[in-house]
């Protein structure tokens, strides 16, 4: 279930992307909507979460630097559309175990691999924190591929140009006990970490463009409570 804010925010962003970016969603029939999920995207522009967040149809968490806070009638809103306050001034452990008990809680959460904007648009190596979370949920991954966001809004820059923006939607990945185990790493949780991190970007990266993009019904993907 969606909260009224929220649903009210995710409408608003659909029409947005729509209107502007001629959003389309491929195969969103892949995408898991019920029970633990991460939503696994690669991390190109400001306008990423948002996209992401549009292509479930539950509401879905994010997590968000705590100096949005700080910006007026944003910071109002942020506590509204789930978002996880994140300080990233330091290691922030309890961000962190406020994702994990948000996947367990039979939630979806939006994680970037690659933990920041890309600057020129490429995948950027995963860092091993979305391992982690893994590790400790087992949660099923939901690969996703953002193409066009990063001509439309790029790190960097103060401009926004209307081109078209697609989300490929990935095949779930769940992992095995055994591939959870950190035994399977020698005992060395950190190495285990990074190489579920490295298994999620490499199927992000697996992630194309189809040659033809059907042409959406006014209808298609409009948001469902």
Same mark, same amino acid.
């Given at each position: 279930?969606?909260?009224?804010?929220?649903?009210?925010?995710?409408?608003?962003?659909?029409?947005?992307?729509?209107?502007?970016?001629?959003?389309?969603?491929?195969?969103?029939?892949?995408?898991?909507?019920?029970?633990?999920?991460?939503?696994?995207?690669?991390?190109?522009?400001?306008?990423?979460?948002?996209?992401?967040?549009?292509? @479930?149809?539950? %509401? /879905?968490?994010?997590?968000?630097?705590? !100096?949005?806070?700080?910006?007026?009638? &944003?910071? +109002?809103?942020?506590?509204?559309?789930?978002?996880?306050?994140?300080?990233?001034?330091?290691?922030?452990?309890?961000?962190?175990?406020?994702?994990?008990?948000?996947?367990? @809680?039979?939630? %979806? /959460?939006?994680?970037?691999?690659?933990? !920041?904007?890309?600057?020129?648009?490429? &995948?950027? +190596?995963?860092?091993?924190?979305?391992?982690?979370?893994?590790?400790?949920?087992?949660?099923?991954?939901?690969?996703?591929?953002?193409?066009?966001?990063?001509?439309?809004?790029?790190?960097?820059?103060?401009?926004?140009?209307?081109?078209?923006?697609?989300?490929?939607?990935?095949?779930?990945?769940?992992?095995?006990?055994?591939?959870?185990?950190?035994?399977?790493?020698?005992?060395?949780?950190?190495?285990?970490?990074?190489?579920?991190?490295?298994?999620?970007?490499?199927?992000?990266?697996?992630?194309?463009?189809?040659?033809?993009?059907?042409?959406?019904?006014?209808?298609?993907?409009?948001?469902?409570?």
């Amino acid at each position: 279930m969606m909260s009224f804010t929220y649903y009210f925010w995710y409408t608003l962003s659909k029409i947005t992307a729509r209107l502007f970016f001629s959003f389309r969603v491929v195969h969103p029939g892949r995408m898991i909507e019920e029970g633990p999920l991460i939503l696994a995207s690669n991390h190109q522009s400001y306008f990423d979460p948002p996209l992401v967040g549009i292509c @479930s149809r539950r %509401g /879905v968490y994010y997590l968000a630097r705590k !100096t949005l806070l700080q910006i007026p009638l &944003l910071g +109002k809103l942020l506590p509204h559309i789930n978002v996880i306050l994140v300080d990233r001034e330091g290691n922030d452990m309890s961000a962190l175990k406020t994702v994990i008990r948000t996947v367990k @809680s039979g939630n %979806g /959460v939006v994680l970037f691999p690659e933990g !920041t904007r890309s600057p020129d648009g490429t &995948l950027q +190596k995963g860092k091993a924190g979305i391992g982690l979370v893994i590790a400790k949920t087992g949660a099923p991954v939901q690969p996703m591929r953002i193409f066009g966001s990063h001509e439309a809004f790029p790190k960097g820059s103060g401009k926004i140009t209307a081109c078209p923006i697609t989300v490929v939607v990935g095949e779930p990945i769940r992992f095995t006990p055994r591939e959870l185990d950190p035994a399977s790493c020698g005992g060395d949780e950190r190495v285990l970490y990074q190489q579920l991190s490295d298994r999620v970007m490499e199927a992000i990266a697996a992630l194309q463009l189809p040659e033809s993009l059907p042409t959406a019904s006014p209808a298609e993907n409009l948001p469902v409570s």
